[in-house]
């Protein structure tokens, strides 16, 4: 039985990797594990059969023989738990790299997300502007502390984790903004993790059904 | 040696439970684990040595033995993991649980936080009110799908888990603006979470430090 992933059709990026498919691809070269990927549309999408697997109707999926997932973190964990590569085997080093999974998706995504929503959602509104500054500073505010916890160091803590995984696909997303760039301790953080060969052959995978 | 977690000296809402160490404090009743609490202040939060433990300067935190944690859904993972009650034993299930683990955090609660922000950041600009329907907004096509889901069922996947656990507890922070009653399935999902006598002592305990 292979795993099979959903992606975008074409994504909204144009294969700049910044589409969740990305993480879920990493995680799954990191491990070795080969898989096939089932491209949906917007529209399908937001159609019964696909909502049966995520029921928020987004991208990606995880399915593998009965087991089915969404939620990229979940995905990343479910991959990191039954395969070696992602989880230091020391128990408080793991729960540590778990700690860090966690706090990409909901300390450092939830105001990176806020960004997108003020360009792509709100960007035409007579607000947006005037607001901007203060969406960037909650990214900052963050950013800086997190730049101050890594500090000289190459991952997170310790080895590279699915925790390091998680946390540089996040930052990805903030990096055409040009904020990541003003912490130069992460943006060398994050050029680590995509220097990474598992990292390379994920980003080539999902650039070639977006440049096709 | 004891748990110890950290909470708010005194919790911006009062003793509602809304703050993020009730989740903890929840999970620590769930699995019968004795606790200790550390009071910390606004002001201590920021300060190194609570940063050591939170480098993003919030509560909560959790201590035990050499092992210290932040992010509360990694600390109710690691609880889940240590102890029986909050994570079913069949390997799918158990990932399925953990799935909903993190679409409470990343994708229940960033539209959430939105609104808190737009209310307690934002509330005083001149955007504020002709913003607030496109928050909501936002959180109600969350909400819309996750009722769809649940549907009939008591909880989201099979028994209670720590799915449910954190589900609830990111809903509950959204019920006082109201938009939680809008969908009664959901209402009465979170009122069985509210039922549990381990969430009952968790709040208590939470609201005799608030009350004080």
Redesign the interface.
């Known amino acids: 039985m292979t795993i099979t992933i959903t992606a975008f059709e074409r994504s909204p990026d144009g294969g700049k990797g910044l589409a969740r498919d990305t993480r879920v691809r990493w995680a799954l070269e990191e491990t070795g594990q080969p898989y096939d990927v089932r491209l949906v549309s917007f529209q399908a999408m937001k159609e019964p059969a696909h ?1 049966r697997v995520h ?4 991208i990606p999926t995880f399915e593998d023989g ?2 089915a ?6 995905i990343v ?2 991959l990191a738990e039954q395969h070696a590569g992602l989880l230091p085997a020391d128990a ?1 080093a793991r ?2 790299a ?2 860090w ?3 990409a ?3 450092i ?2 105001p990176i ?2 960004l997108s ?1 003020a360009k792509f ?2 960007g035409d ?3 947006a502007k ?2 901007l500054p ?1 969406v960037q500073d ?1 990214i900052r505010e ?1 950013l800086r ?2 730049s ?2 890594l500090g000289e160091s190459e991952w997170l803590d310790g080895a590279f984790s699915a925790g390091d995984l998680m946390m540089v696909s996040v930052l990805l997303r903030v990096r055409p903004s040009g904020l990541l760039d003003e912490f130069p301790t992460l943006a060398a953080y994050v050029a680590r993790g995509e220097a990474r060969p598992a990292y390379q052959r994920a980003f080539a995978a999902q650039l070639a059904i977006n440049a096709a």
């Not at 029921?55 to 987004?58: D, R, V």
């Open positions: 909502l029921p928020f109707g987004q009965d087991l997932l969404f939620e990229t973190g979940s964990f479910h408080n729960a540590r778990i700690t999974m966690f706090a998706v909901n300390t995504e939830p997300l806020e929503i959602q709100e509104k007579p607000w005037d607001r203060l909650r963050r502390r997190l101050a916890r």
